[in-house]
């Protein structure tokens, strides 16, 4: 009988790690195709990725309510609670994963002109930084690995030093010419997504860390996003724009 309980219990969880391993590889390739629909305007993929989201929004639903029956009828405890607990934590997060990377394809649908200067190579490049850290955590996750989850918690910072980038220089092309402000604007929103992005991928390495030792991180997250407090002084008109 006992035998029998602990097999239930496994395959629940085995089917709980398989709904969160499609979730994931939805988020990704969600994240990727918003990605390449902003950078290439392309619209068709676009509106695909909008509609996909809701296969996300359902696998999140489904593991909750797999994970909390799973607690309320087997009552884990330790390494079986923690897993259990984990999965809630990162469904939710990929969730909003998802959430983001639709609301860069919609901005995608919002921009029908080329970008100023090089911006849109630096989004392009961001994208690329913030889908290689939410593949590499999914990774870690996956593989138990809180070594290299602990790589992507670090590297953080680097999202947010691509962002603050983008954003000087996308308030810069916007004081120089306010036709761009439009399209600026979109661009602005995409970044910040993607930054936000980065902060959930996070997220999930701190709950992997958490899964794995049975411990909160103790250290304070490293950030580098210093938007919040970055005021920009508008030039006269023998003077280019400098940042204060």
Not at 117 to 134: F, I, K, P, S, T
Not at 160 to 187: A, G, K, Q, V, W
């Amino acid at each position: 009988m006992q035998e029998h309980i602990v097999t239930s219990f496994e395959e629940a969880l085995d089917s709980i790690n398989e709904s969160l391993a499609r979730m994931g590889g939805l988020a990704e390739k969600q994240l990727a195709d918003s990605i390449e629909a902003i950078t290439r305007r392309d619209r068709a993929l676009a509106e695909q990725t909008v509609a996909s989201d809701k296969q996300i929004d359902a696998l999140e639903v489904d593991i909750e309510a797999q994970a909390l029956r799973l607690i309320a009828l087997r009552q884990p405890m330790a390494i079986d609670l923690r897993e259990t607990v984990s999965a809630i934590k990162i469904s939710s997060d990929l969730e909003r994963i998802g959430d983001l990377a639709k609301n860069i394809s919609k901005r995608a649908l919002a921009v029908d002109q080329a970008s100023p200067g090089r911006a849109m190579q630096g989004l392009e490049r961001m994208g690329r930084q913030v889908l290689n850290q939410l593949k590499e955590v999914l990774d870690a996750y996956a593989q138990r690995d809180n070594d290299r989850a602990m790589v992507v918690w670090r590297r953080d910072e680097e999202i947010d030093e691509m962002y603050n980038s983008l954003f000087r220089e996308l308030l810069t092309y916007m004081m120089e010419d306010p036709r761009t402000i439009s399209l600026c604007t979109h661009l602005l929103f995409v970044a910040k997504n993607l930054e936000r992005i980065g902060d959930h991928s996070t997220n999930i390495a701190e709950t992997i860390q958490f899964l794995v030792t049975g411990e909160a991180l103790g250290e304070s997250r490293p950030k580098g996003d210093t938007t919040s407090v970055t005021s920009m002084e508008y030039p006269t008109d023998a003077e280019t724009p400098t940042q204060s």
